[in-house]
């Protein structure tokens, strides 16, 4: 799991080595994960939300009181216009908020975002789905344990990137430029691969190995805002079937 204090800044670029400090293990092995998995002790017996909303895996709109509990720290986190703000974030530093995050099957996931203020060139806003336990996902001949997106949008571009539990260090994906105008980021993920996603829809920008069991071992929802003064806006924060949540 991530350490609870101050968490170095991911690089816009691999080549510094994007660092940050993490525990190797958490006490579980994979084989009981998988058992409490199935077991049904960490999936809902049934939909959050109705059949007939493409977020029934997981929705968060801000608007009222939320049913998750989020968890933030670094930077101030309030809640303002049915928004998700973040802002007051200190230089060096990686302000995140996260919550419990469990799916029934391979998803969309999408977050409305607005970035108010980025004074500095390395500012970047992301959102990752994780596992906090012991099954990682082999990419490039890494073990991530969860693949999320990131933008940095003085630099006009946005990336993958997960955390390689063996190198201690983020492993980011090649970058891909930002629409004129960006509304929501995301990623899609299938048995095979996740994408990228930015304004709900697939970008080129993937990785690609063995995601069947992301289901079964995701457990948690971070989103990222990074930088001094860095003041971004999330809503509307959405994951179900693939091709729904938008």
């Known amino acids: 799991k991530l350490l609870q204090f101050p968490l170095?800044?991911?690089?816009?670029?691999?080549?510094?080595?994007l660092v940050v400090v993490a525990s190797g293990t958490n006490g579980w092995k994979p084989f009981?994960?998988?058992?409490?998995?199935?077991?049904g002790i960490m999936f809902p017996t049934a939909?959050?939300?109705?059949?007939?909303?493409?977020?029934n895996f997981f929705s968060e709109g801000f608007s009222t009181p939320s049913e998750e509990n989020w968890t933030s720290q670094y930077g101030r986190w309030y809640i303002q216009?049915?928004?998700?703000?973040?802002?007051?974030?200190?230089?060096g530093i990686m302000a995140?908020?996260?919550?419990?995050?469990?799916?029934?099957?391979?998803?969309?996931?999408?977050?409305?975002?607005?970035?108010?203020?980025?004074?500095?060139?390395?500012?970047?806003?992301?959102?990752?789905?994780?596992?906090?336990?012991?099954?990682?996902?082999?990419?490039?001949?890494?073990?991530?344990?969860?693949?999320?997106?990131?933008?940095y949008p003085n630099l006009g571009i946005a990336r993958l990137l997960g955390w390689d539990v063996d190198a201690q260090d983020w492993y980011q994906s090649d970058e891909i430029p930002l629409p004129t105008s960006l509304t929501s980021i995301g990623v899609s993920y299938s048995e095979d691969a996740v994408t990228l996603q930015m304004n709900g829809q697939d970008s080129p920008l993937r990785f690609t190995g063995d995601f069947s069991y992301a289901p079964l071992v995701l457990d948690t929802l971070w989103l990222l805002a990074q930088e001094l003064d860095t003041h971004v806006r999330f809503d509307n924060v959405c994951a179900g079937p693939p091709g729904g949540a938008t």
Do not use: W
């Open 8 to 17: 170095p800044m991911i690089k816009s670029t691999t080549d510094y080595g």
């Open 32 to 39: 009981l994960l998988l058992i409490t998995v199935l077991s």
């Open 47 to 55: 939909s959050l939300f109705s059949a007939e909303n493409a977020c």
């Open 81 to 91: 216009n049915g928004k998700l703000n973040v802002d007051q974030v200190e230089a």
């Open 96 to 151: 995140h908020n996260r919550t419990e995050f469990f799916v029934d099957d391979f998803f969309d996931l999408d977050v409305d975002v607005e970035l108010v203020l980025a004074p500095h060139s390395n500012a970047a806003f992301g959102i990752l789905p994780y596992n906090s336990g012991d099954v990682f996902f082999k990419v490039d001949g890494r073990a991530l344990s969860g693949i999320g997106a990131i933008v």
